[in-house]
């Protein structure tokens, strides 16, 4: 697993002590709804998760991070790039950040880093990303970071007990020129 550094953040595998990012996500309301965090905010099942995200790299299913906060180290939330879609050339990618940590830039910076590293690895053309329309926050920093939406997929993805529409936003290589 690489360590990608894009200040504010730095990406870096998940260790035993962010234990405590994965508890404070786990009552966030939407956070377990979308994401394997689990519901409780139990230490041993946000040990299981941090194990959990090990395991993708060795799995083919992608790269999960923690994003670290530069200057304390502290995590602060999750982002993955997953190449699920990979032999179609395309990568997708998706993050929490936990409630305290809101509002700093960390989800643009994160965006930026990782979405510029996987532009540059083997195979990958194009990073997709989905955000529920009424996340402001989400889509604006990742408009921030390059992406541009493409559009709504109505009734796209399950979250809890509903389907949820989703507006599609990717990144291409000519997109990088736009700084993060």
Known sequence: MPVITHLPIVLRPFGDHDRRVVQAAAS??????????????????AQAYIARQHGRLTSGEG???AIADAVTGGAVGQIGLWLRDLDQGRASTGYWVAGQFRR????????????????????????????????????????????????????????????????????????????G
């Open 28 to 45: 966030d309301p939407l956070i377990p709804l979308i994401t394997t965090i689990p519901t409780s905010g139990d230490p041993g099942a």
């Open 63 to 65: 790269y999960s991070f």
């Open 104 to 179: 700093r830039g960390y989800v643009t910076a994160a965006l930026a880093a990782i979405s510029r590293w996987g532009l540059s690895l083997d195979g990958i053309h194009r990073i997709d990303l989905y955000v529920e329309p009424w996340n402001e926050g989400s889509w604006r920093a990742a408009e921030r970071a390059g992406y541009r939406r493409e559009g709504l997929l109505r009734s796209w993805q399950q979250v809890g007990q509903q389907r949820r529409d989703m507006y599609m936003y990717s990144l291409l290589p000519p997109d990088l020129a736009v700084d």
